[in-house]
């Protein structure tokens, strides 16, 4: 399992609803998300890569999921610094797989 529930369970106080509100949130905008920064990756969007890279950090960090959260800090500065779009491209198939991986993980898990 590459997520854990500490912080939400921490956030939502035996909420259930609350929990189940922030899976579907996650589920609906993290693979767009995902997929719009490959494509803003293709297009060599600096701006859109930055905040698109920025969007899903947070998303990810609310999972506990912290080698993701480190990938998409990695891409997120580099998006905002400009950088070799070929520097981002080594990052991105690393925070495509967990994505990929936590959204199956998910899905099994909350029946959804």
């Given at each position: 399992?590459?997520?854990?529930?500490?912080?939400?369970n921490e956030m939502?106080?035996?909420?259930?609803?609350?929990?189940?509100?922030?899976?579907?949130?996650?589920l609906e905008e993290?693979?767009?998300?995902?997929?719009?920064?490959?494509?803003?990756?293709?297009?060599?969007n600096h701006d859109?890569?930055?905040?698109?890279?920025?969007?899903?950090?947070?998303?990810?960090?609310?999972?506990?999921?912290?080698?993701?959260?480190?990938?998409?800090?990695?891409?997120?500065?580099?998006?905002?610094?400009?950088?070799?779009?070929?520097?981002?491209?080594?990052?991105?198939?690393?925070?495509?797989?967990?994505?990929?991986?936590?959204?199956?993980?998910?899905?099994?898990?909350?029946?959804?």
């Amino acid at each position: 399992m590459i997520y854990n529930l500490d912080k939400i369970n921490e956030m939502a106080e035996g909420d259930e609803d609350f929990i189940n509100s922030v899976i579907s949130v996650f589920l609906e905008e993290v693979p767009q998300d995902l997929e719009d920064l490959e494509i803003a990756l293709n297009e060599q969007n600096h701006d859109q890569v930055y905040k698109l890279a920025h969007k899903i950090k947070p998303n990810v960090d609310l999972l506990g999921m912290e080698q993701t959260r480190a990938a998409a800090l990695q891409i997120e500065t580099l998006g905002k610094a400009e950088a070799n779009m070929s520097e981002i491209q080594v990052v991105f198939p690393m925070l495509k797989k967990d994505i990929h991986q936590v959204v199956s993980e998910l899905k099994k898990d909350f029946n959804i």
